[in-house]
């Protein structure tokens, strides 16, 4: 499909750059396959899902993936063979090698080593085993295992989304905002957004709703803020990143969809996913990286709702739910949302969406 099917204008002020205080007081669109538009809020969701649904969270932890570092090259003049340079870790290959996005990346080459220092004394070394598309290379560091991830929580930055970077530095806040109250998994270098709206108040009313809670794991990775640059659909590549889903947790979401309870995926990356694991048609156990992409005519085997955030222009994820939904039912709820002021990307408002019954 076209790219510049899935364009549209966004007003800048409509970027929210902090969450809504509570973080369920954010509004609600909700989608139904068919009908109305209406305007909610998260904390209505109790009265929303049905006793019975399963909802399906992300339990993965952002850790601090930004790094800022110098190459040096020896044997050149004092003051030459020096560069700044800037790696977002995005996927952990073993115990000391990560993929990563660097910039400037046309001053790294293939065995440059960059060293890496926060504000104390610890320095963290990783040299550049290969180049790869976009600015990513490869970086097998000087530590490894408990030791490389101690290192990289010492110096490294949260990885703020580049539309809240650009606007603004990270503070002390956005270590907690940034961060859904189940994180337990370290490995995500961007949060699975949906999330950060729940609080334990709200999960109390969803269980006292009836609405039962599965957990599953994505690490998000850089290559989510990446823009489409092809024309076509067709001609993108999607990153991989790593999930996981235990026997357990399978077993449960395969029984409840075999008795015609709904699940509901909490975030794009959730979806992801579940419909990775679900490539034979049950929800099955999972532990293996993932590049799907999922596009209008994708059919969906695994989710049957979807409680997602407001996402960029051209970007794989307004594709993804455009599949999900329909694009002109998602071009029509997007135009309301920001006809009527609602607050767009990580820390923005939210939308529940009802899978169209074409994609099924």
């Known amino acids: 499909m076209r790219v510049d099917l899935f364009d549209f204008d966004l007003p800048e002020e409509r970027i929210a750059l902090r969450p809504a205080l509570p973080r369920e007081s954010a509004r609600l669109l909700l989608v139904p396959e068919q009908g109305p538009l209406s305007d909610k809020r998260v904390g209505d969701l109790p009265g929303l899902l049905r006793a019975g649904d399963v909802l399906v969270f992300n339990d993965t932890k952002v850790i601090p993936a930004r790094l800022n570092g110098l190459r040096r090259r020896d044997g050149l003049p004092e003051g030459q063979g020096v560069a700044e340079i800037e790696a977002t870790l995005h996927l952990r290959l073993d115990g000391g090698r990560w993929k990563a996005f660097v910039?400037?990346?046309?001053?790294?080459?293939?065995?440059?080593?960059?060293?890496?220092?926060?504000?104390?004394?610890?320095i963290l070394s990783g040299m550049v085993e290969e180049r790869g598309e976009g600015g990513e290379v490869t970086l097998a560091f000087d530590r490894s295992g408990p030791d490389l991830d101690a290192a990289i929580a010492e110096i490294g930055h949260l990885p703020l989304p580049p539309y809240i970077a650009s606007k603004r530095g990270e503070d002390e806040q956005d270590r907690t905002d940034y961060q859904t109250i189940y994180a337990r998994h370290d490995g995500a270098v961007a949060a699975p957004t949906a999330g950060l709206h729940f609080t334990p108040q709200l999960m109390e009313a969803l269980r006292a709703a009836g609405v039962e809670f599965e957990y599953?794991?994505?690490?998000?990775?850089?290559?989510?803020?990446?823009?489409?640059?092809?024309?076509?659909?067709?001609?993108?590549?999607?990153?991989?990143?790593?999930?996981?889903?235990?026997?357990?947790?399978?077993?449960?979401?395969?029984?409840?969809?075999?008795?015609g309870r709904r699940v509901v995926a909490v975030g794009t990356t959730s979806l992801r996913v579940l419909e990775s694991a679900a490539q034979g048609g049950v929800i099955a156990p999972f532990h293996a990286t993932t590049d799907i992409f999922i596009t209008p005519g994708y059919a969906f085997r695994a989710v049957d709702a979807l409680l997602t955030n407001f996402h960029l222009p051209r970007s794989t994820l307004f594709m993804l739910v455009s599949a999900f939904s329909g694009l002109d039912r998602m071009r029509d709820a997007y135009r309301h949302a920001i006809e009527t002021g609602y607050r767009f990307y990580s820390y923005g408002d939210a939308c529940l969406l009802e899978r169209s019954e074409a994609t099924s």
């Open 216 to 259: 599953v794991t994505l690490h998000v990775g850089a290559g989510t803020f990446l823009p489409v640059k092809a024309d076509d659909t067709s001609a993108h590549r999607m990153h991989h990143e790593f999930g996981s889903i235990d026997i357990a947790t399978a077993e449960r979401l395969a029984r409840a969809k075999a008795e």
């Open 103 to 122: 910039r400037p990346a046309k001053r790294v080459a293939v065995r440059d080593v960059i060293r890496f220092q926060g504000v104390g004394q610890v």
